[in-house]
């Protein structure tokens, strides 16, 4: 052997090795898995936003060949057990809880509503059967807007609630808030809002749920951001002990946060099963992902801002309301991180914050991919409107506002240090990329031919997972734990409780285990998903590059240290003078030494070695985040607007980001730019619409408009260099940024375009239609 | 009904109920899941498969509709495994799979679920286009939603296959 030589794989665009399978057709989602004796469930739904449920007649239903069981909402809930949402009740929500079924029973609550499952030999089979349920229904007067669930008097959804209050009112303050808007030059008030849009993963939800009779155990296929979740809420709601309830995933098409737990729909097909002890596929067609999946957002900030008149942003007072819709979710935890949030990286004297959220007949909240963005949407709006009025350009107004980087950092006023923030790097950055200067030439002669265009810059900060705290860092659930095992033919198998759904974490995490503890990429695998293997985890909250990220690192180098020590007593040396590189032990500076690790572990396999000796080459690591950090960064937008069309073109699209160190380059910019996608969507052309009876208008492709490959531009993409904050975890969440940051970008560029037309936006959603209106009427 | 086909170059027989839909045909009559299914009413591309040389969305055609004529799914352009070094290449040769391999040189996708029609659709656009420009395959690519990428990295794997096409 010449030399021994160690590649690095961390911080290089390593080729994914999902990827293989997934261009081959060959990977595995839920809807792929075909179960022996597999029936299919379809659900009955409301056709009516808000009803009395009079009567359920599923004797037709049932008499059809092929259909071999209907449950409606009565049978179901003497099949489970009550209780809150799982996902709320592991969050700690100790707010107002409504009573609900997992089928409706006394009422429906949006349009969509499950009301009874029909069980049958295929999905053709089980839509038949949904027609033939006949359904009583008694009218009731709709909820449909948060002003109306406000009203005392609007009907309750929940009885046992008595209002629509799914948060109660609250206000904090946070600095002295009456003297800084008593000492500013000028108060602004404005009214902003956000319409409600929704996740729209390829793949919609779905599941297999098996009993098996002999053993009482329920295995469930599930398309989840956490297997471990599920299993909590399966077994909370059919009443089982955890042992008894398995969970797995494979491939799964997306989520952006709609696949956390188990949504009603599922727990129901996981009751159905162990009822009839036979599999029971349900998987959710575009129909029920656009209008019962569940949607996100609409929000409205009535916002007060103490500004000075050289532009600095003194204080805000904000009171917020959202609409959750109609079943209990994360909506009503929303206002905590949005209050927390609302400073972003400026130096706000004061904040008041009061916040109220409601239940309307609309479908339910659910965490859509930076659930809290509308903090920095607002804040980033508000930026630019007052830096109109006082005749600041966008990038000047936040350079002057931003926090410096100082030692010690400085805090939020909400409370949280911004440690290592760069944004005010990031607009610099920017202000090169883009020459302001030059824009604003090119935008005269541009207007001069009746052309207009804009720019708009906006900034954020990402809690991915945030500053380090003596309890670590906040991220959902704590800790991160990996096991980690030296498997006798060489494999280093991290073992997480990660659910990569795009997120390509088989790559990144073998990247970094790879590099920690000395084997080719190609010798590290990633096992995921099976509750029977996988400690507890969930991929969301931008947590997994550092969390995981840092955990395959430190489990890498215990288990390093482990296979080291045994190795010691093989190669008789010291362990101290051993090396494991490019998956070989060897005495360093001695290549004649090496023995590949395979040959190691199985030598500690054979039990030739006494008690003394530590023959088992597995670790179980946790990580607390380490110093943790924040993601964040400043984006910018030019865009085109044609006022006779209304069509707004975006033609660049630069962002300068800092989420610390890389894993994988290519991995990083596909979130970003996977983000911004999102982002241009939700201003241009998403809306998840209801009229004003609750009907969904948006129920199909050609109703919810997503942005295709000539709506979205070429992203430029800057990283800014972090400042490391942990000796050697450096990386940080960047899943949800794009999405937070890219709509304020993109509006404060269209307002720009259009301020010929003295056009002020207080909106977010600008559809050509609502573009034309803007421009005749601003 | 029964019906005769030839997909991926094998002939197959099925007796599909006239309502089921040639991508349902696919992949449980035939288990070829790699066709998947995203809206089932024509707009997002994921079901993307390709009759007698045309790119089709499989959930609008019948499987009876698809007697007699050729079909071509994802399987069917499928790879030699990655372990034997035979990524990119087609079993029988060709530059099908060399968009495979560009499309995994330029990270091209991440939760892949639309990865299937993105390809089919590409493929079939690509052998009547190979100088196309970016604008012209964004426009092509048009009809496939994909969720995750933004599209840049998808076009960027096209162009790069068309590029390592055009210097062959």
């Given at each position: 052997?010449?030399?021994?030589?160690?590649?690095?794989?961390?911080?290089?665009?390593?080729?994914?090795?999902?990827?293989?399978?997934?261009?081959?057709?060959?990977?595995?989602?839920?809807?792929?898995?075909?179960?022996?004796?597999?029936?299919?469930?379809?659900?009955?739904?409301?056709?009516?936003?808000?009803?009395?449920?009079?009567?359920?007649?599923?004797?037709?239903?049932?008499?059809?060949?092929?259909?071999?069981?209907?449950?409606?909402?009565?049978?179901?809930?003497?099949?489970?057990?009550?209780?809150?949402?799982?996902?709320?009740?592991?969050?700690?929500?100790?707010?107002?809880?409504?009573?609900?079924?997992?089928?409706?029973?006394?009422?429906?609550?949006?349009?969509?509503?499950?009301?009874?499952?029909?069980?049958?030999?295929?999905?053709?089979?089980?839509?038949?059967?949904?027609?033939?349920?006949?359904?009583?229904?008694?009218?009731?007067?709709?909820?449909?807007?948060?002003?109306?669930?406000l009203?005392?008097?609007?009907?309750?959804l929940?009885?046992?609630?008595?209002?629509?209050?799914?948060?109660?009112?609250?206000?904090?303050?946070?600095?002295?808030?009456?003297?800084?808007?008593?000492?500013?030059?000028?108060?602004?008030?404005?009214?902003?809002?956000?319409?409600?849009?929704q996740?729209?993963?390829?793949?919609?939800?779905?599941?297999?749920?098996?009993?098996?009779?002999?053993?009482?155990?329920?295995t469930?296929?599930?398309?989840?951001?956490?297997?471990?979740?599920?299993?909590?809420?399966?077994?909370?709601?059919?009443?089982?002990?955890?042992?008894?309830?398995?969970?797995?995933?494979?491939?799964?098409?997306?989520?952006?946060?709609?696949?956390?737990?188990?949504?009603?729909?599922?727990?129901?097909?996981?009751?159905?099963?162990?009822?009839?002890?036979?599999?029971?596929?349900?998987?959710?067609?575009?129909?029920?992902?656009?209008?019962?999946s569940?949607?996100?957002?609409?929000?409205?900030?009535d916002?007060?801002?103490?500004?000075?008149?050289?532009?600095?942003?003194?204080?805000?007072?904000?009171?917020?309301?959202?609409?959750?819709?109609?079943?209990?979710?994360?909506?009503?935890?929303?206002?905590?991180i949005?209050?927390?949030?609302?400073?972003?990286?400026?130096?706000?004297?004061?904040?008041?914050?009061?916040?109220?959220?409601?239940?309307?007949?609309?479908?339910?909240?659910?965490?859509?991919?930076?659930?809290?963005?509308?903090?920095?949407?607002?804040?980033?709006?508000?930026?630019?409107l007052?830096?109109?009025?006082?005749?600041?350009?966008?990038?000047?107004?936040?350079?002057?506002?931003?926090?410096?980087?100082?030692?010690?950092?400085?805090?939020?006023?909400?409370?949280?240090?911004?440690?290592?923030?760069?944004?005010?790097?990031?607009?610099?950055?920017?202000?090169q990329?883009?020459?302001?200067?030059?824009?604003?030439?090119?935008?005269?002669?541009?207007r001069?031919?009746?052309?207009?265009?804009?720019?708009?810059?906006?900034?954020?900060?990402?809690?991915?997972?945030?500053?380090?705290?003596?309890?670590?860092?906040?991220?959902?659930?704590?800790?991160?734990?990996m096991?980690?095992r030296?498997?006798?033919?060489?494999?280093?198998?991290?073992?997480?409780?990660?659910?990569?759904?795009?997120?390509?974490?088989?790559t990144?995490?073998?990247?970094?285990?790879?590099?920690?503890?000395?084997?080719?990429?190609?010798?590290?695998?990633?096992?995921?998903?099976?509750?029977?293997?996988?400690?507890?985890?969930?991929?969301?909250?931008?947590?997994?590059?550092?969390?995981?990220?840092?955990?395959?690192?430190?489990?890498?180098?215990?288990?390093?240290?482990?296979?080291?020590?045994?190795?010691?007593?093989?190669?008789?040396?010291?362990?101290?003078?051993?090396?494991?590189?490019?998956?070989?032990?060897?005495?360093?500076?001695?290549?004649?030494?090496?023995?590949?690790?395979?040959?190691?572990?199985?030598?500690?396999?054979?039990?030739?070695?006494?008690?003394?000796?530590?023959?088992?080459?597995?670790?179980?690591?946790?990580?607390?985040?380490?110093?943790?950090?924040?993601?964040?960064g400043?984006?910018?937008?030019?865009?085109?607007?044609?006022?006779?069309?209304?069509?707004?073109?975006?033609?660049?699209?630069?962002?300068?980001?800092?989420?610390?160190?890389?894993?994988?380059?290519?991995?990083?910019?596909?979130?970003?730019?996977?983000?911004?996608?999102?982002?241009?969507?939700?201003?241009?052309?998403?809306?998840?619409?209801?009229?004003?009876?609750?009907?969904?208008?948006?129920?199909?492709?050609?109703?919810?408009?997503?942005?295709?490959?000539?709506?979205?531009?070429?992203?430029?993409i800057?990283?800014?260099?972090?400042?490391?904050?942990?000796?050697?975890?450096?990386?940080?969440?960047?899943?949800?940024?794009?999405?937070?940051?890219?709509?304020?970008?993109?509006?404060?560029?269209?307002?720009?375009?259009?301020?010929?037309?003295?056009?002020?936006?207080?909106?977010?959603?600008?559809?050509?239609?609502?573009?034309?209106?803007?421009?005749?009427?601003? | 009904?029964?019906?005769?086909?030839?997909?991926?170059?094998?002939?197959?027989?099925?007796?599909?109920e006239?309502?089921?839909?040639?991508?349902?045909?696919?992949?449980?009559?035939?288990?070829?899941?790699?066709?998947?299914?995203?809206?089932?009413?024509?707009?997002?591309?994921?079901c993307?498969?390709?009759?007698?040389?045309?790119?089709?969305?499989?959930?609008?055609?019948?499987?009876?509709?698809?007697?007699?004529?050729?079909v071509?799914?994802?399987?069917?352009?499928?790879?030699?495994?990655?372990?034997?070094?035979?990524?990119?290449?087609?079993a029988?040769?060709?530059?099908?799979?060399?968009?495979?391999?560009?499309?995994?040189?330029?990270?091209?996708?991440?939760?892949?679920?639309?990865?299937?029609?993105?390809?089919?659709?590409?493929?079939?656009?690509?052998?009547?286009?190979?100088?196309?420009?970016?604008?012209?395959?964004?426009?092509?690519?048009?009809?496939?939603?994909?969720?995750?990428?933004?599209?840049?990295?998808?076009?960027?794997?096209?162009?790069?296959?068309?590029?390592?096409?055009?210097?062959?």
């Amino acid at each position: 052997m010449a030399a021994i030589a160690a590649e690095r794989y961390t911080g290089a665009s390593i080729k994914r090795s999902e990827d293989p399978r997934i261009l081959t057709g060959a990977g595995r989602y839920v809807d792929d898995i075909k179960l022996p004796g597999m029936l299919h469930a379809a659900f009955v739904r409301s056709p009516m936003a808000h009803a009395r449920v009079v009567s359920v007649d599923a004797s037709a239903s049932r008499a059809l060949p092929g259909v071999a069981a209907v449950l409606t909402g009565a049978e179901l809930e003497e099949m489970t057990v009550p209780g809150p949402d799982a996902l709320m009740a592991l969050m700690g929500w100790a707010g107002p809880t409504p009573q609900f079924t997992l089928l409706a029973t006394d009422k429906v609550r949006f349009a969509g509503d499950p009301v009874a499952v029909v069980i049958a030999e295929s999905r053709y089979v089980a839509e038949d059967g949904c027609e033939l349920v006949e359904v009583e229904y008694d009218q009731l007067p709709p909820v449909t807007n948060a002003s109306f669930a406000l009203d005392p008097g609007s009907p309750p959804l929940f009885a046992n609630l008595g209002d629509n209050i799914a948060r109660p009112h609250s206000r904090r303050e946070f600095g002295d808030v009456a003297a800084t808007f008593a000492a500013a030059d000028r108060v602004f008030d404005f009214r902003i809002g956000v319409h409600r849009h929704q996740n729209v993963p390829m793949e919609g939800r779905g599941c297999i749920a098996s009993y098996d009779t002999g053993s009482g155990v329920l295995t469930v296929y599930a398309a989840t951001q956490s297997v471990h979740v599920t299993k909590v809420a399966v077994a909370m709601r059919l009443g089982m002990e955890g042992d008894k309830v398995r969970v797995v995933a494979g491939d799964i098409g997306g989520s952006f946060g709609l696949k956390i737990g188990a949504s009603r729909e599922e727990l129901a097909v996981a009751a159905a099963s162990r009822a009839l002890g036979q599999p029971v596929k349900w998987v959710e067609d575009r129909g029920e992902n656009l209008t019962a999946s569940g949607q996100a957002r609409e929000e409205s900030f009535d916002v007060r801002a103490a500004v000075s008149d050289a532009g600095d942003l003194l204080g805000l007072d904000v009171k917020m309301v959202i609409d959750t819709g109609a079943y209990p979710g994360m909506g009503a935890m929303v206002p905590g991180i949005v209050e927390e949030m609302f400073p972003g990286p400026y130096q706000l004297a004061a904040l008041g914050f009061e916040s109220t959220a409601v239940t309307t007949n609309k479908a339910s909240y659910v965490a859509y991919r930076g659930p809290w963005a509308s903090e920095t949407f607002v804040r980033e709006r508000v930026l630019d409107l007052i830096a109109k009025d006082l005749g600041l350009d966008p990038l000047e107004i936040r350079l002057r506002n931003v926090a410096p980087r100082t030692d010690p950092p400085a805090v939020m006023v909400t409370g949280r240090p911004l440690v290592g923030v760069t944004t005010k790097e990031s607009l610099e950055r920017i202000a090169q990329l883009v020459d302001l200067p030059a824009f604003r030439r090119r935008q005269a002669e541009a207007r001069a031919q009746g052309r207009y265009l804009g720019i708009g810059a906006a900034t954020f900060i990402e809690a991915a997972p945030g500053p380090r705290s003596p309890e670590g860092p906040d991220g959902p659930m704590g800790n991160e734990s990996m096991r980690l095992r030296l498997e006798d033919d060489g494999i280093v198998a991290l073992f997480t409780g990660q659910m990569p759904h795009g997120q390509s974490h088989q790559t990144t995490l073998a990247q970094i285990a790879a590099d920690e503890f000395g084997v080719p990429f190609e010798q590290v695998r990633v096992v995921v998903g099976d509750t029977d293997v996988v400690p507890f985890g969930l991929t969301g909250g931008s947590r997994s590059a550092t969390m995981t990220g840092g955990v395959a690192l430190h489990g890498a180098r215990q288990l390093k240290a482990k296979v080291l020590d045994f190795a010691s007593h093989l190669m008789e040396a010291s362990a101290r003078d051993l090396e494991i590189t490019d998956g070989q032990v060897w005495v360093r500076g001695d290549p004649a030494t090496a023995i590949p690790v395979g040959e190691v572990a199985r030598r500690a396999a054979s039990g030739q070695f006494g008690a003394d000796v530590d023959a088992d080459l597995e670790v179980v690591a946790a990580f607390d985040g380490g110093e943790a950090g924040w993601s964040g960064g400043t984006h910018c937008a030019i865009v085109e607007v044609d006022v006779e069309t209304g069509i707004v073109t975006v033609e660049r699209y630069v962002v300068a980001e800092d989420c610390g160190a890389l894993i994988n380059p290519a991995v990083v910019e596909g979130q970003i730019r996977g983000g911004v996608a999102q982002g241009i969507g939700a201003v241009l052309l998403e809306r998840s619409a209801y009229d004003e009876d609750g009907n969904c208008q948006s129920a199909t492709f050609m109703d919810y408009l997503v942005p295709t490959a000539c709506d979205v531009p070429r992203i430029e993409i800057e990283h800014i260099e972090t400042v490391a904050l942990d000796a050697d975890v450096n990386f940080r969440g960047v899943g949800e940024g794009g999405m937070i940051v890219a709509p304020p970008t993109v509006v404060n560029a269209i307002e720009d375009a259009l301020s010929p037309f003295g056009v002020r936006i207080y909106e977010q959603h600008l559809p050509p239609a609502r573009i034309l209106e803007l421009v005749s009427s601003p | 009904m029964d019906i005769t086909l030839r997909v991926n170059g094998t002939a197959r027989e099925g007796s599909p109920e006239a309502r089921k839909t040639l991508a349902d045909f696919l992949r449980e009559d035939l288990s070829l899941t790699g066709t998947h299914l995203g809206c089932e009413h024509g707009v997002c591309g994921a079901c993307t498969v390709i009759v007698d040389g045309r790119a089709v969305r499989s959930c609008l055609m019948l499987a009876v509709q698809a007697a007699g004529r050729e079909v071509t799914t994802i399987e069917g352009l499928a790879m030699k495994g990655a372990s034997e070094g035979g990524m990119g290449r087609r079993a029988g040769g060709g530059e099908l799979g060399a968009l495979q391999q560009a499309m995994w040189d330029s990270h091209s996708f991440q939760c892949g679920f639309c990865t299937p029609g993105m390809v089919m659709q590409a493929v079939a656009f690509l052998s009547d286009h190979p100088d196309a420009d970016e604008q012209q395959i964004r426009e092509a690519l048009s009809g496939n939603i994909c969720r995750c990428t933004g599209y840049q990295s998808i076009i960027d794997g096209v162009l790069l296959a068309a590029e390592r096409n055009r210097e062959r």
